[in-house]
C-alpha cells in the first residue's frame, strides 16, 4: 500500500500550546540524532525514554523539545520510534518536519502509522478502524464503543467465530479425503448445532449495528408535523440557540434544517421539517417532499401538533422508529386528552427536559458502558451479513444432504467474510480506502 521508509507527520492540530511530531521506520532515531543536541545520542539510549534537548538547523536553534524514544519492536508501528514534543507555533513545527524530511525523512501519508501497525501484526484492520473511530469520538458512548473494540475483544470474538467455522470445514474436508471409505467423521445434527450457535452469535452482532451505528453517527430525529405548530421553536429549545426562523406565518420553513446536540453523553442529529399539509405550491412541496425523506431516514420522528388541532393523520413508520407525539403549546389550555403524548410548551420552556429524557431512552448504551462488542462500522455489518447467509446455506444445505464439497465452501464463504473485518482477507483498494480516511499523523 505504501513506500517503505522513514515516514513524518504532526500527530497533533494546530493552535495548541504544545505540539507533537511523530516519526517512525528503519532509521527513524538515527535520522532525529541529525538534528538533536541533547545530552548523549538517542541511538545510545534505552527504549522508552524521554529526552530534553535541541532542534537545531545548523547553528541555530529552532525549538528547546522533549524526544519519546521507542524502540522496535515495542512501539505503536512495530518499529523504531520517535515523538517530538514542542512549543504549539505552526512555524517551529513546519521547521521540525523541514529538518527531519531533509535528514532522511518522507511525509507520511492518511493512515500510514496505523498501516504499520497493522502490517507488524500490533493490530488487526477491525482495531486500526476503531483508532480512527476513538479519535472521532464526540461523545462517551461512541467513545466506549470504539475503546473496546480497540483493545481486541471485537477481534477476538470474530475469531472464536471464525475458528469454530474453520473446525467444522476441517471435519468435512477430512470425510472428503476418505469419501472412498464412507467414512462421516462429523455428526450431522452435531454440525447444525454448531453451525446455529455460531449463526446466533453473529446475527447478535448484526442486531447490535442499530444502536452501535447510531451512537457513531448521530441518533437522527425528524422534527415533523402540521404548519405553524411550533415545529422550529421546539428544535431551538433543544439545541439552545436561535438556529430555526421562528414566525406565525405557516409555511416559514421550507427546506430542512439540521442542528446537532449532546443528550445525556449521546449525539443527536434534529432536523427541523417543513410542515405537513395539501398545497399547490411548488416550493412548498418541494419542502415537503424533503420532509417525508426525512422521516424515512430518520431513528426518532417527533411529531408535534398543538391542543386545538389534535393528532391527526401520523406518519407511517418502520417497525425500527420510534414515534414521540409531542402537544405543543399547553401554554395557552390545560387539555390533555391525547393518550401517551408529551405536553411541552416551546414558548415558556415547559416539558423540555422531559422530552430530553424521552429522547434519550430511545438508545441503549448500557451495553457499551458495560464493554459489551457493538458492532457500529457499515463495512463491518456488511460483511456479517454475507458471513450469516452463508451459514444459512450451509444449514439448509446439511438439511438436503447436499455433498460436502458444496457444505464445505458455503462456510468458507462465511469464514472469508468474517476474516475481511479483520483484515486477514481484505484486498489492497480496500485498505486504500480505509486508511484514507485516517489523519495524516495516525
Do not use: W
Not at 532515531?29 to 545548523?58: K, M, N, Q
Not at 449463526?199 to 451505528?213: A, H, I, K, P, T
Amino acid at each position: 500500500m505504501f513506500e517503505s521508509g522513514i515516514i513524518v507527520a504532526p500527530a497533533t492540530a494546530t493552535g495548541g500550546a504544545i505540539a507533537v511530531v511523530r516519526m517512525s521506520g528503519d532509521g527513524a532515531i538515527e535520522c532525529c540524532d541529525r538534528v538533536f543536541r541533547g545530552r548523549r545520542p538517542l541511538a545510545e539510549c534505552r527504549s522508552h525514554t524521554v529526552h530534553y534537548g535541541e532542534i537545531v538547523d545548523g547553528h541555530r536553534v529552532v525549538d528547546d523539545v522533549l524526544v519519546a524514544l521507542f524502540r522496535a519492536p515495542h512501539s505503536y508501528t512495530g518499529e523504531d520510534s520517535v515523538e517530538v514534543s514542542m512549543h504549539g507555533s505552526q512555524y517551529i513545527v513546519s521547521e521540525v518536519i523541514r529538518l527531519l524530511c531533509s535528514s532522511g525523512a518522507r511525509l507520511a501519508a492518511a493512515g500510514e502509522f496505523s498501516a504499520r501497525a497493522m502490517a507488524a501484526g500490533r493490530i488487526d484492520l477491525s482495531q486500526a478502524e476503531a483508532v480512527a473511530d476513538l479519535i472521532a469520538a464526540d461523545s462517551r458512548a461512541s467513545h466506549a464503543i470504539a475503546a473496546t473494540q480497540m483493545r481486541g475483544g471485537y477481534s477476538a470474538l470474530l475469531e472464536e467465530l471464525r475458528e469454530q467455522l474453520v473446525n467444522i470445514t476441517a471435519l468435512l474436508e477430512l470425510e472428503l479425503d476418505f469419501s472412498e471409505e464412507d467414512v462421516e467423521f462429523a455428526d450431522r445434527e452435531q454440525l447444525q448445532r454448531m453451525l446455529r450457535t455460531t449463526d446466533e452469535v453473529v446475527v447478535r452482532l448484526m442486531e447490535s449495528f442499530r444502536v452501535g451505528n447510531a451512537i457513531r453517527e448521530g441518533v437522527n430525529v425528524a422534527i415533523v408535523g402540521a404548519p405553524n405548530v411550533g415545529k422550529s421553536t421546539l428544535l431551538n429549545r433543544l439545541v439552545g440557540d436561535d438556529r430555526a426562523m421562528v414566525s406565525s406565518i405557516a409555511g416559514t420553513t421550507r427546506d430542512t434544517i439540521e442542528e446537532c446536540v449532546t443528550i445525556d453523553d449521546v449525539r443527536f442529529r434534529f432536523v427541523d421539517t417543513a410542515g405537513l399539509h395539501a398545497t399547490d405550491d411548488m416550493l412548498e412541496r418541494m419542502g415537503i417532499e424533503r420532509t417525508e425523506q426525512a422521516i424515512r431516514r430518520a431513528r426518532v420522528v417527533v411529531y408535534v401538533t398543538e391542543p386545538s388541532s389534535g393528532v391527526g393523520e401520523l406518519p407511517m413508520l418502520s417497525a425500527e422508529q420510534v414515534l414521540m407525539v409531542v402537544v405543543n403549546k399547553m401554554d395557552t389550555t390545560d387539555r390533555r386528552d391525547v393518550e401517551g403524548a408529551l405536553y411541552i410548551s416551546a414558548r415558556e420552556n415547559q416539558g423540555i427536559d422531559e422530552l430530553r429524557t424521552a429522547l434519550r431512552q430511545t438508545v441503549d448504551t448500557d451495553g457499551a458502558y458495560r464493554g459489551d462488542v457493538i458492532v457500529s462500522n457499515l463495512r463491518h455489518f456488511e460483511s456479517l451479513a454475507r458471513a450469516h447467509k452463508d451459514i444459512e446455506m450451509a444449514v439448509a444445505a446439511l438439511s438436503s444432504g447436499v455433498s460436502e464439497e458444496l457444505l464445505a465452501e458455503d462456510i468458507r464463504g462465511a469464514i472469508s467474510a468474517l476474516a475481511e473485518i479483520t483484515g486477514s482477507v481484505t484486498n489492497d483498494d480496500i485498505l486504500q480506502t480505509i486508511f484514507s480516511r485516517f489523519c495524516i499523523g495516525k
